[in-house]
């Protein structure tokens, strides 16, 4: 089981994406993982992707999690597909149901369903779109030519062009039973913010509301030591990915940098 530690970029805004990118090739880390949030500053995680890709020659870069259900499946196979030529081995996309903010979910229309008499957004359809997306996405990732008839998407001998040589991962991303009932059962990985000092009392709060039934301290642990103990603690239940989202960045990117590479990259193996 090869374990990898990443460095997510949450709502880093355009403008620090060019030093962080630099940084992490630098250090050799091995993986960047950039956020969608549309109605923030941060970075569109596919013009990130491409960006940070032709910008760097060993930094893996990835989408965590880019929103699938909204978004033509042909296209973002074609972009995929163009990334993984350019920078073969170096793509790795995660996809998942929904944005993290419910205000951005119209910037994501569902697809009407053939013979459909209920809203396009009805409770319950997004899940399917995902699902017939999905299925769509991986043929046309590694089919030369794909005709499909599904609820949502039709279309006969539609072509990509040139495919990679080695077929493109999809990874999926989510908290639900249904999500996680989606993913492969050898291989989890999972985000967990860091801080560095103690987080402030409306941010516990926060943590207590959305995970009811976890620790605050194992939702976000406090200081690189405290970290490595969690994370040794989820790969020996079988956790093997990880993607490190600071809570705030004390000294700026270099310093925090410099201290992942330090504390947390020697358990990758």
Do not use: C
Request: aromatic content about 6%.
């Amino acid at each position: 089981m090869k374990v990898r530690i990443g460095i997510g970029s949450g709502g880093g805004s355009p403008t620090e994406l060019a030093d962080l990118v630099d940084r992490l090739e630098k250090l050799e880390v091995d993986l960047l993982w950039l956020s969608e949030h549309l109605s923030t500053p941060a970075v569109d995680p596919l013009v990130g992707m491409a960006f940070a890709l032709g910008r760097t020659s060993q930094l893996k870069v990835g989408t965590g999690v880019a929103v699938l259900p909204g978004r033509n499946p042909v296209l973002l196979a074609k972009q995929l597909s163009s990334l993984a030529l350019l920078a073969p081995r170096r793509v790795l996309p995660v996809l998942g149901l929904g944005p993290a903010r419910l205000e951005d979910r119209s910037a994501f229309p569902l697809p009407e369903a053939r013979g459909e008499t209920r809203p396009a957004g009805t409770v319950g359809r997004r899940g399917a779109v995902f699902d017939e997306a999905l299925e769509v996405l991986r043929r046309l990732l590694r089919e030369p030519q794909v005709t499909f008839h599904g609820e949502f998407f039709d279309f006969t001998e539609i072509s990509i062009g040139e495919l990679p040589t080695r077929p493109l991962e999809i990874w999926l991303g989510g908290s639900t039973p249904a999500a996680l009932r989606r993913i492969d059962d050898d291989h989890f990985g999972l985000s967990l913010r860091v801080a560095f000092e103690p987080p402030p009392a409306e941010a516990v709060e926060a943590l207590r509301r959305r995970f009811p039934d976890s620790d605050p301290a194992l939702v976000l642990p406090v200081g690189w030591a405290t970290t490595r103990k969690l994370i040794g603690e989820y790969i020996a239940v079988g956790v093997s990915k990880f993607v490190i989202h600071p809570f705030s960045t004390p000294g700026g990117w270099p310093s925090i940098l410099d201290s992942f590479a330090a504390e947390l990259m020697p358990l990758e193996n």
